[in-house]
């Protein structure tokens, strides 16, 4: 196998360190904007595939074809983002005789769509949110699917995620305004401005079940996290186990992850998350078909390396291992984003100047920075993952305060005071928080204006 990294940053750097160690050649591919970036020195090629613009450089499918061919690689990994759950994509891999280390894109394309995924969850036999049964282009049948499911509720983009064409609706004369301006941000980030309407379970927490797939008959449960701090429906912290989980609620996940594998002969890695009420009972949200940001929060746990299960599976061969894995301690991912989280987390580039993330023991840091280096404007945020393990949870909050306590980004804001406080803080130290956290503790975390205090 000869691996090309179809994505930049820190996933790049984190995929070719797995292909290294296990002897498997790199290219990478890189925008003018990264050509200085350590995934272009770090592998044995690379290929500048357009300009800074994504939609001209990594998302050129075209251009990623091509670099491939011309270097002779057989096998692309899209890491997430990007290419990574663009079914087209996936096709022209094998047009081409690459193997894309991804699942099918047939079932790609299924679980793109919020809508089908939401009927094939059915189907499984999982528990799903009311709302619409299908696609919502007109604003009089979104407002008969609300009342149906009863306020408040979300408008979500059929077509994406992250947050994206996403709107909380309190009631029926929000709806106009909310429909309208959900519906052109999913067609201006996705190109399809159908949305769907789901309803909003208050208090919340937002829980997802790692799972690994060889298309052979083999699945293994890697183990859950727990996602609940989030920004615009976008998580900040993540951790695993998920803390003061039932032990029902737990095997329920589990058993419902498996059952969906078994049911939609899903193949690679991939993440089912779902919603988890005050009571235990849990909901399916959506299964997210690639590598996620918070993986190494799983790994830590569980002792494997998904990327290499990936490619072992791309490879046509059985898991490691199958059934589901105890964890082992406790793991805390922290996002370090180029974010001013003062002015509503808005977006920084920029020239850094002391870049120093943590080390010592338990710590694990995945990046693509370096005192000096340069964070562009035209991508995510994420520069880097501030990841920690201890034996249980409260010495991995322990660890991780000691950790962000270390760290200095000199030259851009970035997130690392609020992770602090928040690691500081005895609604996070409990393991008792849901979706609300940061609103519901903006007035006591001074990165968001507030007056401190816990």
Not at 120 to 145: C, F, K, W, Y
Not at 221 to 233: A, K, L, M, N
Not at 360 to 368: E, K, N
Not at 387 to 412: F, I
Request: net charge negative.
């Amino acid at each position: 196998m000869k691996l090309l990294v179809a994505n930049r940053g820190e996933i790049a750097v984190r995929v070719i360190r797995t292909a290294r160690e296990l002897g498997i050649p790199t290219v990478a591919v890189y925008s003018t904007a990264d050509a200085q970036t350590p995934a272009v020195e770090m592998a044995d090629e690379a290929v500048c595939i357009g300009p800074p613009p994504a939609r001209e450089s990594y998302l050129d499918v075209r251009n990623v074809i091509g670099a491939a061919e011309v270097t002779g690689c057989d096998a692309v990994h899209p890491g997430y983002g990007f290419l990574s759950e663009n079914p087209e994509f996936a096709t022209e891999c094998a047009r081409n005789g690459i193997r894309f280390v991804g699942p099918a894109p047939e079932v790609m394309q299924r679980m793109g769509d919020k809508i089908e995924a939401k009927r094939a969850a059915v189907e499984a036999g999982l528990p799903v949110l009311g709302g619409s049964d299908g696609p919502v282009t007109d604003l009089e049948i979104a407002r008969a699917a609300a009342e149906s499911a009863g306020y408040p509720v979300l408008l979500k983009a059929s077509a994406g995620g992250g947050g994206r064409g996403m709107r909380r609706v309190e009631g029926p004369d929000e709806l106009d305004r909310a429909f309208e301006n959900a519906a052109q941000e999913a067609l201006a980030a996705f190109g399809d401005g159908s949305l769907y309407v789901e309803k909003l379970l208050e208090g919340a927490r937002h829980v997802e079940v790692q799972v690994l797939a060889d298309g052979l008959g083999g699945v293994l449960i890697v183990g859950d996290r727990e996602c609940s701090i989030q920004r615009r429906h976008q998580k900040v912290v993540e951790e695993g186990p998920a803390p003061n989980l039932l032990d029902s609620t737990r095997e329920g996940l589990h058993a419902a992850a498996e059952r969906a594998c078994r049911a939609w002969g899903y193949k690679s890695a991939g993440t089912l998350e779902f919603l988890v009420d005050a009571a235990g009972d849990f909901y399916f949200l959506e299964l997210n078909a690639r590598l996620q940001v918070e993986h190494p929060v799983t790994e830590l746990v569980s002792g494997m390396d998904i990327v290499a299960e990936q490619l072992r599976i791309a490879d046509g061969q059985v898991l490691s291992r199958t059934g589901r894995i105890a964890p082992n301690g406790h793991a805390i991912e922290c996002r370090v984003n180029a974010e001013d989280p003062a002015f509503d987390f808005r977006p920084a580039a920029g020239r850094l100047g002391t870049f120093h993330l943590a080390a010592g023991p338990g710590v694990r840091v995945d990046t693509f920075c370096r005192s000096g280096g340069y964070v562009p404007p035209y991508y995510d945020s994420l520069i880097a993952k501030l990841c920690v393990w201890a034996p249980d949870r409260p010495r991995a909050v322990a660890r991780m305060r000691r950790a962000l306590g270390e760290s200095v980004v000199e030259g851009v804001p970035t997130t690392l005071p609020l992770l602090e406080e928040i690691s500081q803080e005895e609604v996070f130290i409990s393991g008792r928080y849901t979706t609300s956290y940061l609103v519901e503790r903006a007035a006591h975390l001074p990165s968001l204006g507030g007056g401190g205090g816990r």
